[in-house]
């Protein structure tokens, strides 16, 4: 009878412990770009330490200007000191993800913006970049005075494919008459070229202008600024770097993809499959329209409001496809 009630007590105890030792997770987070980029890897910094606040047990390491070359031994070298959790934040890091996952049965691989996943420890978060675009270009043909507006993507990948469409069938929701143009830089860390594009667009009448990309966005954010015209973020909320310029920002809310990522592990619930969030997982959204609050009329707000809401009913049909 001892026995059993001995054993009973230890299935009790047994997920409490498991709970608690799972807290004590080492964390990696894999970047192809530096932390103060303003945008794309700004915000994964950004969401690893709002885990930590959330989870305070964790042990983080952060890897900054990861190249294509370097990515496979960087994520190969966190698993074998024993991260539990490795994230490449990137669709770069997909391929080498796969060619070495299964070497390291210990460790959850967890790619961001990419669709892989393989069992047994191979999963991907990715956001709905694509509606987050539509909602920028909604906004963006909302402000412009010239009716002419520009983007400015990094290079055409999928996710950055799916935001350039959404931006233009947003803007054109608004206005079906608006020029929408678009340039890529073809490189991530070029901010020259990025603020000569944007110069350019300026320069031919483009009064509002977004970009996507990584350190790129920082070129397009300099030549609105000295132009004097409205910039549309993207994925982190900047507007502080420039309060006067950035109406607002299209946020990728990459905390929501980390922490569902750590929790799921915590949990023993997480699975070798693409995890895919847009509004109604909170994966993407607005910011707050700030010191252009008064640029944007009732009727305006709520037309940005009508499509969200419209997103999230499934009402909308001109979304751009997934890639």
Not at 131 to 158: Q, R
Not at 203 to 230: C, F, M, P, R
Request: hydrophobic residues 45%.
């Amino acid at each position: 009878m001892l026995r059993s009630i001995m054993v009973a007590m230890c299935l009790l105890v047994m997920p409490v412990l498991s709970h608690a030792q799972a807290d004590k997770l080492k964390v990696a987070l894999v970047l192809p770009g530096s932390v103060t980029d303003g945008t794309f890897n700004s915000a994964a910094a950004e969401g690893i330490k709002k885990a930590q606040e959330k989870y305070p047990n964790l042990q983080v390491s952060i890897r900054e200007n990861t190249q294509v070359a370097e990515a496979q031994e960087a994520l190969s070298a966190y698993a074998r000191d024993g991260y539990d959790i490795v994230i490449g934040h990137g669709f770069q890091f997909a391929d080498p993800a796969k060619r070495i996952h299964k070497r390291f049965p210990d460790t959850w691989f967890i790619i961001n913006t990419a669709k892989v996943a393989e069992a047994p420890n191979l999963a991907s978060f990715d956001n709905r970049w694509g509606d987050a675009g539509y909602i920028a270009g909604a906004v963006a043909a909302l402000l412009t005075e010239s009716g002419k507006i520009g983007n400015i993507p990094a290079i055409p990948v999928p996710v950055i494919q799916e935001y350039d469409e959404g931006f233009k069938r947003g803007a054109a929701r608004i206005n079906p008459d608006i020029e929408v143009v678009s340039a890529f830089v073809g490189s991530f860390s070029d901010i020259a070229k990025a603020k000569e594009i944007t110069t350019s667009m300026i320069d031919s009448g483009a009064d509002v202008v977004s970009a996507i990309g990584n350190e790129n966005v920082v070129g397009t954010l300099q030549a609105a600024k000295e132009k004097g015209v409205v910039m549309i973020g993207t994925a982190f909320d900047s507007a502080a770097l420039a309060p006067d310029t950035i109406a607002t920002t299209a946020l990728i809310n990459f905390d929501v993809n980390i922490d569902m990522a750590i929790g799921k592990v915590i949990e023993g619930t997480i699975e070798p499959k693409n995890y895919l969030l847009g509004l109604n997982e909170n994966g993407i959204g607005l910011a707050p329209y700030r010191n252009f609050e008064d640029k944007l009329s009732a009727e305006d707000k709520a037309k940005v409001q009508e499509i969200m809401d419209g997103i999230r009913a499934g009402t909308i049909d001109d979304l751009p496809e997934i890639r």
